[in-house]
């Protein structure tokens, strides 16, 4: 059954108050659209936790900076709302800028902690600051028992349950594994931009970062496992921005043996931006 689609605040809380009034919990997915299996995966995990589900899709003018193109990003609400049906999701709320940002906005939701780890946030200066703010409102907005993202953006991941947690919004952030291509391929709206051949490429990421895991878990130091994935990469022909290891929480810089770690990377190939982490 199509979702129904609603685009006011008032809107999505005339629905879900009356989910409430009849004791049904609600998962909420928050996306900028352009959804591929990863979104859907968690539609359908959210579906598996509680009795409805929503399903945003905004793309946050907040979070984009100076020269990443707001306008270029890819959107087509009528395929996504075909693929949502077919998850299952109940609600779509797609809300126009001016119903997210009116008039004289002028609250912004900035993180010290995750978000200023050095990753993302050293190269879109912005970015946390745009998504923090605008899953807070969505957060509040649609009183959803669970809030469901993918491990793919880890930092952000992590970023949002701390936000959650310091400002005491009841919900469960829950984090779900990254959906990947057969060849190893994390999702991604992005990767559409990647050439024939970069796509065949693209899957080098995944393979420096699992043979890294391996030689952590064999012994060898973090740094020294991370920096042969950076040089494996470059030789490759991909721009890396970061190859890491962090802890898995908190995404600070290792400091004790034997705490549990992410592996995290940010690498260019041509002109599109990849970005994929696995546990330790
Ligand atoms: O991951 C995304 O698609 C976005 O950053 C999010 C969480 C929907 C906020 O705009």
Redesign the pocket.
């Known amino acids: 059954m199509k979702p129904k689609i609603v685009r006011t605040v008032a809107a999505l809380r005339r629905e879900t108050r009356a989910w409430r009034s009849s004791k049904l919990t609600c998962a909420v997915v928050?996306?900028?659209g352009a959804l591929h299996e990863g979104h859907l995966t968690l539609v359908r995990e959210g579906l598996a936790r509680a009795d409805r589900c929503i399903a945003t899709i905004?793309v946050?003018p907040k979070?984009f900076g100076a020269s990443e193109d707001l306008s270029r990003y890819p959107r087509d609400e009528d395929a996504d709302v075909r693929q949502l049906a077919k998850a299952g999701c109940n609600l779509i709320f797609a809300p126009p800028p001016e119903e997210m940002y009116g008039d004289g906005f002028s609250t912004t939701v900035s993180l010290e902690g995750p978000a200023k780890a050095g990753l993302e946030d050293r190269f879109r200066p912005q970015f946390f600051d745009g998504?923090a703010t605008?899953?807070a409102k969505l957060f509040i907005q649609s009183g959803a028992d669970y809030a469901m993202f993918g491990e793919k953006?880890y930092q952000?991941l992590m970023v949002v349950t701390r936000m959650a947690r310091d400002l005491d919004i009841p919900i469960e952030v829950v984090g779900i594994p990254t959906v990947r291509e057969e060849d190893g391929l994390a999702m991604s709206s992005r990767n559409r931009y990647l050439s024939p051949a970069e796509r065949k490429h693209a899957t080098a990421i995944y393979g420096a970062l699992t043979l890294a895991a391996e030689k952590i878990r064999a012994g060898i130091d973090p740094q020294t496992a991370t920096r042969s994935a950076t040089l494996a990469l470059t030789t490759q022909g991909f721009k890396v921005d970061y190859v890491t290891a962090r802890n898995a929480t908190t995404l600070a810089v290792p400091a004790v043996r034997g705490e549990p770690l992410r592996l995290i990377a940010a690498a260019w190939l041509g002109k599109t931006r990849l970005i994929d982490n696995i546990p330790v």
């Open positions: 928050p996306t900028m905004f946050n979070q998504v605008v899953v953006d952000q």
